[in-house]
């Protein structure tokens, strides 16, 4: 158990609709960072967050969006589903701002579904 | 742009055989480099890590990884491979800007009997 805890687990829904995964943290963990994992992209990296401000992003959609509120817990907001954006969605966080100090901790992901 | 090949999409190895798993990557100062495993089910967790001294780094679960400049390489070996260890391995290498890790697209490991 890394101490990152993501929902839901699983979430099927259809295209065109909106969905929110949650990812609480590692105690003491300031950052967050959001990754998502397919089968012909990889795991490629959305978003990151450091004490409740956005800090890097990467290859995140403009459909997509995040945040990560006062007591560290972080939401990624998935708009207009396609088809594509079937996914295993990963939450990781750390104590540091960076990822070359540290380790990065992943949750157990929230497995997306849309139809 | 930072970038990481795993050339060996799925690997199968007898119990008990060493195993090497290969990453090259590309990045033009001197790389932060990273092995996770990813079980069925779960997430990522950290094997090792490299970001300066000793090439020859240790990690978890008797794996090692060597740092070769030379080659662009940081492959991952185990001397004597476990059931347990059948999983997926992924090799990673932080960005420029160290804000965010690059993971190549993974091995699988399956072991044999």
């Known amino acids: 158990d890394s101490g990152v805890t993501q929902t839901p687990k699983h979430l099927i829904t259809a295209t065109g609709q909106r969905v929110t995964l949650r990812c609480s943290p590692r105690s003491g963990d300031l950052s967050v960072y959001w990754y998502q994992q397919s089968l012909d992209q990889g795991l490629q990296f959305l978003i990151q967050?450091?004490?409740?401000?956005?800090?890097a992003k990467g290859n995140i959609l403009e459909r997509f969006s995040a945040q990560q509120f006062p007591d560290l817990h972080s939401e990624l907001n998935l708009s207009s589903l396609e088809l594509g954006d079937s996914a295993l969605y990963f939450c990781?966080?750390?104590?540091?701002?960076?990822?070359?100090?540290?380790?990065?901790?992943f949750g157990e992901g929230s497995r997306l579904t849309v139809l | 742009a930072q970038s990481v090949t795993q050339p060996d999409i799925h690997i199968t190895v007898s119990e008990g055989a060493s195993l090497e798993l290969r990453c090259n990557y590309s990045y033009g100062a001197t790389p932060y480099l990273f092995w996770y495993v990813q079980s069925p089910g779960q997430g990522l967790q950290l094997l090792l890590k490299?970001?300066?001294?000793?090439?020859l780094v240790q990690g978890i679960k008797g794996f090692e990884a060597e740092f070769k400049r030379s080659q662009s390489s940081f492959n991952l070996r185990k001397p004597s491979v476990h059931w347990s260890d059948a999983a997926e391995y992924f090799c990673a290498v932080a960005n420029q800007a160290g804000t965010a890790l690059i993971f190549g697209k993974g091995t699988t490991l399956s072991v044999s009997s």
């Open positions: 990781a966080s750390s104590v540091q701002v960076g990822v070359n100090t540290g380790e990065l901790f």
């Open positions: 490299y970001f300066s001294g000793d090439t």
């Open positions: 967050y450091y004490n409740g401000e956005e800090r």
